[in-house]
């Protein structure tokens, strides 16, 4: 069960945080109407949106099913009525799900290409993920400190996996500006960078006691460890695009590579968290 459930973690973090991310920088990216690469982004947030419904309601059912002890308490619905009603990820999920519910339904309605829309409720949709898993561990102020640092953390993730997965989309259009598209999307890269980093060290000093966990090749720590190693990488890619951005018309083929291999790194990034989210914290005597 544990494993279904860092699995069902994984897809559902993964498809929130590129639906927000692609929708903030889609306006940033590209100036005006491109018909063909809108018509794509359209259809692909039908399916995002729908996997993370689908993938939310199986994560209710997993937790269920942990709580309860059993997985015939996933199909009892005395039981799925008790988790959703009377704990506190039940009382937040039942937000999480309908505000899914509400983006899915816009998306096949005259008002789907609202942005303000869009973008709201995508954005809501992302910040009910933060009181999920080790942002719910504390209580009082300290655990809204934590819930909102959560909340900007996963923005600034959301905002560069979304965004890289906008870039590899703008990639494949003909006669894309490569130039002025790099550099709006590396000019508030900077920022992102720097709230994930700053975030996530605080995450890792409420949570462990410690501003990096030890033993280092152990359980949490390992898993923390190789997550960091991902985020280096993609750091290390999106400098290297940087620094060769005058010369990327006559590289584009190797920048596709570059930008789907830091994407991909992201992906792995996520699964990394999936899986921390169900590890007990190593809490420093």
Request: proline share 4%; aromatic share 8%.
């Given at each position: 069960?544990t ?73 009892d619905?005395?039981?799925i ?25 816009l ?34 102020f300290?655990g ?13 993730v ?7 997965l ?6 494949r ?16 890269g ?9 975030t996530?060290?605080i ?26 190693f991902l ?55």
């Open positions: 069960m494993e279904a459930l860092v699995l069902c973690r994984f897809l559902h973090f993964t498809v929130v945080l590129m639906l927000f991310g692609a929708w903030l920088f889609r306006p940033w990216l590209l100036k005006g109407e491109t018909p063909e690469l809108d018509r794509h982004l359209a259809q692909l947030a039908r399916w995002l949106t729908a996997i993370a419904l689908v993938s939310g309601v199986v994560w209710a059912l997993l937790i269920t099913a942990s709580m309860a002890g059993s997985a015939a308490a996933a199909f619905p005395d039981t009525g008790v988790v959703l009603g009377n704990t506190f990820f039940g009382q937040v999920w039942r937000w999480h799900l309908l505000i899914n519910g509400l983006l899915l339904a998306l096949f309605t005259p008002w789907r290409s609202s942005t303000p829309l869009r973008l709201g409720l995508s954005a809501l949709l992302l910040a009910t993920l933060a009181p999920v898993g080790h942002g719910a561990m504390l209580d009082g300290s809204q400190m934590l819930i909102l640092n959560q909340v900007i953390h996963l923005t600034c959301g905002a560069w996996l979304g965004g890289l906008m870039l590899v989309m703008i990639l259009q003909p006669n894309a500006p490569l130039r002025t598209v790099l550099q709006r999307f590396s000019g508030i900077y920022v992102l960078v720097a709230g994930l980093l700053l996530g060290l995450n890792v000093r409420v949570l462990t006691g410690q501003w990096w966990p030890t033993p280092l090749f152990s359980g949490f720590a390992l898993i923390l460890l190789i997550k960091a985020v280096l990488g993609m750091l290390g890619l999106a400098l290297l695009n940087r620094l060769r951005i005058k010369d990327c018309e006559q590289r584009t083929e190797a920048l596709k590579r570059s930008v789907m291999l830091e994407w991909l790194l992201g992906i792995g990034a996520v699964a990394a968290v999936s899986l921390l989210g169900t590890l007990p914290p190593m809490i420093a005597a």
